[in-house]
């Protein structure tokens, strides 16, 4: 095999398996991995490594489509980087919350349905796929031009950097304030939570935002189609499984304390901004530029559902609950 005439580190042609984007590949690989895990879950009744799952997916897709084409360009070498910091992060972070807390209380009602439980594993693997999309087009082999890191390069690895610093900041400040024994039953405003009421799902929005910007350099035709890597995750967050369903949650368990109304009518839903800033901007500019949707609720408890058996986990993975 001889070495291309290039100055990046790169041998030629570029390797493939199935199609020239490996697009397939990371699919089958994806669709196997979470059945795997769905028949652990389902027959041993172990949620300890759902989260798991889904971080270490996203490792898996990255380093498989690096190493395969054998380009390794300059671009290619930070994208998978920073999908592998995150995912390591995120995963073993999650790991060791599940391992301490001893259950996951978020499946107690369809883990009896294995329909509806299949079906969770069935998204968390459109999520991942999805998703990895930016990645898994800028590891393709003929994508590499070699040691170009221009603008968009430079732009999307800071929006990461900041997004990843964000997220690991917010759950570890969250896990720490509910470690704290005299925290029971209190909502947590301390640190970034100070300033955004779900500031981890800003960190991820950002820094998924910030992986696809590193990709629209090298994208043509169809390849945009990674446009719904961000546009997933984020509707996903703000829109479905995400701040309304975790607003609902906390307003039912801490709805009838006037420091959590007072924190909520503050505090903006997702971007950072000074309270007295944010209390004082109208309602409908809030819904335009800092996500505070109507249907995030009032603030106060539902009548339907008293108190919850279990408050939702800001830090848990893909629905995040």
Not at 51 to 75: E, W
Request: proline content about 6%; charged content about 15%.
């Amino acid at each position: 095999m001889t070495l291309c005439p290039t100055p990046c580190l790169t041998f030629c042609p570029p390797f493939y398996i199935i199609d020239p984007y490996n697009l397939t590949l990371c699919a089958l690989v994806t669709i196997a991995m979470q059945t795997c895990f769905f028949i652990i879950a389902a027959t041993c009744k172990f949620d300890k490594v759902t989260d798991f799952a889904g971080g270490s997916n996203f490792v898996i897709l990255a380093l498989l489509t690096f190493f395969i084409p054998r380009t390794f360009g300059a671009r290619q070498i930070v994208v998978t980087v920073c999908v592998v910091l995150w995912g390591i992060r995120l995963s073993g972070f999650l790991l060791y919350r599940i391992i301490k807390i001893g259950e996951d209380n978020r499946f107690d009602d369809i883990r009896g349905n294995l329909l509806k439980f299949a079906g969770f594993w069935m998204f968390q693997a459109v999520w991942v796929f999805t998703v990895s999309l930016p990645v898994i087009f800028i590891n393709a082999g003929h994508n590499n031009d070699c040691s170009k890191f221009g603008p968009a390069e430079i732009i999307g690895t800071v929006c990461f950097a900041f997004g990843l610093l964000v997220e690991a900041v917010a759950d570890q400040q969250k896990f720490n304030f509910r470690e704290n024994a005299e925290n029971k039953g209190k909502f947590c405003d301390t640190g970034l939570w100070r300033w955004s009421r779900h500031p981890n799902y800003l960190g991820e929005i950002t820094l998924w935002l910030g992986i696809f910007i590193m990709s629209a350099s090298t994208l043509t035709c169809g390849e945009w189609v990674a446009v719904l890597s961000p546009i997933f995750i984020t509707s996903i967050l703000l829109f479905v499984s995400g701040v309304p369903l975790l607003e609902q949650k906390a307003d039912n368990r801490y709805g009838s304390q006037e420091a959590y109304k007072q924190y909520r009518k503050q505090t903006s839903p997702i971007v950072f901004c000074p309270t007295s800033l944010y209390i004082a901007i109208p309602q409908r500019l809030k819904c335009l530029f800092l996500c505070e949707f109507p249907f995030y609720g009032s603030g106060a408890p539902s009548n339907c559902e008293d108190q919850p058996k279990d408050v939702p986990n800001e830090e848990t993975n893909i629905v995040r609950t």
